[in-house]
């Protein structure tokens, strides 16, 4: 089983659509979780952290459920530029920090 | 926020040629630094990381004489593939870290740009 899975997709949805993705992961002791987007042939940036508790920044929510190990991030009113793929990152404390990125979930937004 | 950089962006070299790749903290300094690999419909995938001053741990699977790791400022790792080969060709993409953070506080890593390397 991968450390991080997330669903490849693609999504394909209209603009205005509201969509979300999920991510699992399997080791209980992973500290810290984030969603970074990626567009074609460029490098990962950090859209946001997920934090126990949600949080939301603008249009899009994050929420982490550490029970199941898994989370979540939503986009609402989706625009043609959301369109990239969208990476979860999962940091471990094992005696150091080691880092897993997902192997991404595609979103191609359409007017 | 913080600026990481890449030299060069794009590299085409010859099979069984050397290609270093630099990567630079241009506005903090970078006591850990980290190298990745990402072929085409890819994930990232770690391929070690660096210590400044020290010897860097490369991940399972990942030949440390192949692939060179030098950090020897906290601005500068460089990356060297020794012998490239095609099936080399890849993007590579370095982030940093900076210097001071608490290591039980969750922290952002700066990527830089990426290099896309084709060797033919």
């Known amino acids: 089983r991968k450390e991080v899975e997330q669903d490849p997709g693609p999504f394909n949805v209209p603009e205005g659509a509201t969509v979300a993705f999920n991510c699992t992961y399997s080791n209980s002791a992973s500290q810290s979780f984030f969603w970074y987007r990626q567009d074609c042939r460029k490098e990962p940036k950090l859209l946001m952290s997920v934090y126990s508790s949600g949080n939301e920044d603008g249009r899009f929510t994050a929420q982490l459920n550490r029970a199941s190990q898994y989370i979540s991030l939503l986009i609402r009113d989706s625009k043609l530029s959301d369109s990239a793929t969208y990476l979860c990152v999962v940091k471990l404390n094992t005696g150091g920090f080691k880092t897993i990125f997902g192997a991404g979930t595609r979103l191609f937004v359409k007017a | 926020g913080a600026v990481v950089s890449q030299h060069p962006s794009r590299v085409i070299c010859k099979s069984g040629t050397s290609v270093k790749i630099e990567c630079r903290s241009l506005d903090f300094q970078a006591t850990t630094m980290f190298w990745y690999r990402q072929f085409p419909k890819q994930s990232l995938m770690l391929m070690a990381t660096s210590n400044e001053g020290s010897k860097a741990t490369y991940e399972q699977g990942v030949e440390k004489d192949k692939f060179l790791i030098n950090h020897a400022s906290l601005t500068l790792s460089t990356l060297t593939v020794t012998s490239a080969h095609p099936e080399d060709s890849s993007f590579y993409i370095c982030?940093?870290?900076?210097?001071?953070?608490?290591?039980?506080?969750?922290?952002?890593?700066?990527f830089g740009p990426g290099t896309r390397l084709t060797v033919t």
């Open positions: 982030s940093a870290r900076e210097r001071g953070r608490d290591s039980t506080i969750s922290y952002e890593q700066y």
